[in-house]
């Protein structure tokens, strides 16, 4: 039996479908993945500034560990 134009239009639109369904899962694994990563730096970042906002107060230092900021004291 011969295709017509309506089974190669229903094909085309399927097909259509099928690459809008693969981009839109993929565009959500790569949202998923930017959230994880901003949360991470978010997180860095914090540490990063609390550690340049320490002083390293004398009651904090304990085992040569900052207990306020958790760097390593020489």
């Known amino acids: 039996m011969a295709k017509t134009n309506a089974d190669y239009q ?5 097909r259509q479908a099928r690459r809008l369904a693969a981009l839109e899962a993929r ?21 990063r500034l609390a550690a340049m906002a320490c002083k390293h107060p004398a009651a904090a230092v304990d ?12």
């Open 10 to 14: 229903r094909e085309h639109r399927q």
């Open 27 to 47: 565009c959500a694994t790569l949202e998923a993945e930017r959230d994880q990563l901003r949360d991470d730096l978010e997180a860095a970042e914090c540490e």
């Open 63 to 74: 085992g040569g560990t900052c207990q306020a900021c958790g760097t390593e004291i020489w």
